[in-house]
T-cell receptor
Framework: SQQGEEDPQALSIQEGENATMNCSYKTSINNLQWYRQNSGRGLVHLILIRSNEREKHSGRLRVTLDTSKKSSSLLITASRAADTASYFCATGDSWGKLQFGAGTQVVVTP | KAGVTQTPRYLIKTRGQQVTLSCSPISGHRSVSWYQQTPGQGLQFLFEYFSETQRNKGNFPGRFSGRQFSNSRSEMNVSTLELGDSALYLC????????????????FGPGTRLTVL
């Protein structure tokens, strides 16, 4: 079973625009992580936010976490064609088990 | 450092056969996890090993098993393959031991794509 649900399932934007995707989860968490996957390849870790953090930045990425609403969002600013990928949120326990959402497929057109 | 490596990258088997997949974690990483990815079920946790011990197991039948060696390399085995076992199998390693105060970032390999005919 999957812990998280992501919204939207798919997103199509033009280069330069911002992309926002949301993740909701069901149970209490130790941390929440975002990953990117290109065309069925391995997952690339983007950012980890701890349960006691509310916002985190990494380059063009901004992640927020609202534990009271059990939700998180990932914002990619100034999108590039190379950002085309599937993005997954995953809730982590302190022992290394990740539970993934279904993912958001992002297409960035030039 | 070299990343997580998985072998083989592609595999075709027939129903009823068994298969062994291999994963070499990043040097120094002692935790290795396995995930199955299918279009229907998405990414699902199989199991996690640390210091040759299985610490966590997902909801998969006993046909799925794994082990970890003293050098942290891990293998997973699927016996009596079924068509539904066709999937991308991903291995991930983590540098941290786990515990209440740790936050485990996972580093994934490229995966092994298994096709069962």
């Amino acid at each position: 079973s999957q812990q998280g649900e992501e919204d939207p399932q798919a997103l199509s934007i033009q280069e330069g625009e911002n992309a926002t995707m949301n993740c909701s989860y069901k149970t209490s968490i130790n941390n929440l992580q975002w990953y990117r996957q290109n065309s069925g390849r391995g997952l690339v870790h983007l950012i980890l936010i701890r349960s006691n953090e509310r916002e985190k930045h990494s380059g063009r990425l901004r992640v927020t976490l609202d534990t009271s609403k059990k939700s998180s969002s990932l914002l990619i600013t100034a999108s590039r064609a190379a950002d085309t990928a599937s993005y997954f949120c995953a809730t982590g326990d302190s022992w290394g088990k990740l539970q993934f959402g279904a993912g958001t497929q992002v297409v960035v057109t030039p | 450092k070299a990343g997580v490596t998985q072998t083989p990258r592609y595999l075709i088997k027939t129903r009823g056969q068994q298969v062994t997949l291999s994963c070499s974690p990043i040097s120094g990483h002692r935790s290795v996890s396995w995930y199955q990815q299918t279009p229907g079920q998405g990414l699902q946790f199989l199991f996690e090993y640390f210091s040759e011990t299985q610490r966590n197991k997902g909801n998969f039948p006993g046909r799925f098993s794994g082990r970890q060696f003293s050098n942290s390399r891990s293998e997973m085995n699927v016996s009596t393959l079924e068509l539904g076992d066709s999937a991308l199998y991903l291995c991930a390693s983590s540098p941290l031991a786990g515990g209440r105060s740790s936050y485990n970032e996972q580093f994934f390999g490229p995966g092994t794509r298994l096709t069962v005919l």
